[in-house]
């Protein structure tokens, strides 16, 4: 080239970087842009020192899972055979004959008692949830105590709840209508039937037994603890200390069942769980998730939350008035959580208003619901109706959990809480 046509050659190249660029170059040059939609459309995120609960979004997914979901996302499946693969690893993960992923153990306990129901008769499929003049049994049993909101699932299927609170009403209300026995292990201690017994009950009279143990891991072993024991199906929410997607759940139990289960659950368009979808990502994204439960450290786990926990009891405990308190839930929920009460004489706050001072704070921090008993909030109730909240606006206490919290946040609780704190003083 001569001289010339050399340097108006280089005078060009800086503006080449500036020109719009099309077609596939563009699509690559915009997935670099990480877009802030959450920020765009003014969506309050906050540092979460309640725990895993549905309506604050569960919780933060692995890393791992977050790009599992990512690059299964540009490719097509057959959602049958991801279930069939990723039912088979499940499976062997937790001690049971067979497993899917639901979106949500409330979706599980819908699907697995459709399973029993209909078994693969198709014609049944397409008759739930009505069941009269079908032949199908219509009841499940289960103890007072254990006959809380989230059964409601059931009741999907067309099907009734029979409360008992003893053997003997147990045998009383079985029936040629009675489809399951089910267990709800974060109440076990409020009824007199526990759970080898109840399991033993369900083999005498040829019922299927279930369990929900939707947030009842930490410990890692009650993933395969009940199917161990012997319990038909097994009802585990994904979203929560596993931190799979907040839409996803397991059913784990008999081959029969689950499979029965599955014909019961999307893709198939003719069922009364056809909007139970799970789609590919989820389910992948959930197998990672437990896959790396399960091998996970959790005795490191666990002292890293002692270690935050006691951070942010530090920070108040000395304050005038304040009283703490370190307990950890015997069944489900089971972390490290403070309770931080006051003497209301010297600190001029509620638990309601000192929720409120954290939660429009900046940044803003959920913590747990002030005073209510510990068990309703580490149990599965999610939130409360508007009508308990507001009797509870007077009491002094709030709850605190680390489970939640990401790298270095422990540290902003205990200063914010600290900063709230003496200022009502």
């Known amino acids: ?25 563009a699509e690559q040059v915009s997935r670099k842009k990480k877009r ?23 919780c933060i997914m692995h890393d791992e899972v977050v790009e599992t979901i990512e690059n299964t996302s540009r490719h097509f499946c057959m959602i049958d055979e991801v279930q069939d693969k990723v039912g088979e690893k499940i499976a062997k993960l937790v001690h049971s004959e067979a497993a899917m992923v639901t979106c949500g153990a409330f979706s599980g306990m819908t699907l697995g008692l459709a399973g029993v129901l209909t078994g693969l008769d198709v014609r049944k499929v397409e008759q739930l949830p009505h069941l009269e003049g079908t032949g199908m049994k219509s009841e499940v049993i289960c103890q007072k105590s254990h006959n809380e909101r989230y059964n409601h699932a059931f009741l999907n299927t067309g099907c009734t709840v029979v409360e008992v609170e003893t053997v003997e009403d147990v045998e009383k209300a079985i029936s040629e209508k009675t489809a399951l026995l089910h267990f709800l292990n974060i109440t076990t ?22 369990i929900d143990i939707a947030a009842d891991v930490p410990p890692v072993s009650n993933l395969w603890k009940f199917n161990d024991m012997g319990f038909d199906m097994v009802f585990i929410s994904g979203g929560k200390a596993m931190r799979g997607p907040q839409s996803a759940g397991i059913l784990m139990g008999r081959k029969d069942i689950v499979a029965a289960a599955r014909l019961n659950a999307p893709p198939r368009g003719f069922t009364v769980a056809r909007g139970h979808k799970v789609n590919k990502e989820e389910i992948l ?8 439960f399960v091998s996970g450290d959790h005795d490191r786990e666990w002292k890293a939350w002692e270690a935050q926990i006691a951070r942010i009891e530090s920070a108040v405990k000395d304050l005038p008035g304040i009283t703490t308190k370190v307990t950890i839930p015997e069944l489900g929920n089971i972390t490290p959580t403070l309770t931080i009460s006051w ?22 921090i959920e ?3 002030s005073g209510l008993p510990l068990y309703y909030y580490q149990a599965g109730s999610d939130s409360i109706d508007p009508a ?26 205990a200063r914010r809480l600290r900063e709230e704190l003496m200022a009502g003083g």
């Open 1 to 25: 080239m001569k001289r010339r046509k050399v340097i108006q050659s280089l005078t060009i190249l800086p503006l080449i970087g500036s020109l719009p660029v099309s077609g596939e170059r």
């Open 36 to 58: 802030d939609v959450i920020a765009e459309l003014g969506i309050r995120s906050f540092i979460n020192a309640a725990g895993t609960l549905t309506y604050m979004s569960g």
């Open 189 to 210: 201690h409020a009824g007199q039937i526990k759970h080898e017994e109840w399991v033993a009950l369900g083999k005498k009279h040829n019922i299927p037994t279930s």
């Open 285 to 292: 994204g959930m197998y990672v998730a437990l896959e790396k």
């Open 343 to 364: 003497d209301d004489s010297i600190v001029k706050l509620t638990g309601r208003a000192l929720r409120d001072k954290l939660r429009f704070g900046t940044p803003s």
């Open 367 to 369: 913590a747990g619901f």
């Open 388 to 413: 308990t909240e507001d009797s509870l606006k007077g009491a002094n206490l709030i709850r605190i959990t680390a489970w939640m919290l990401q790298p270095g946040e422990d540290k902003v609780v």
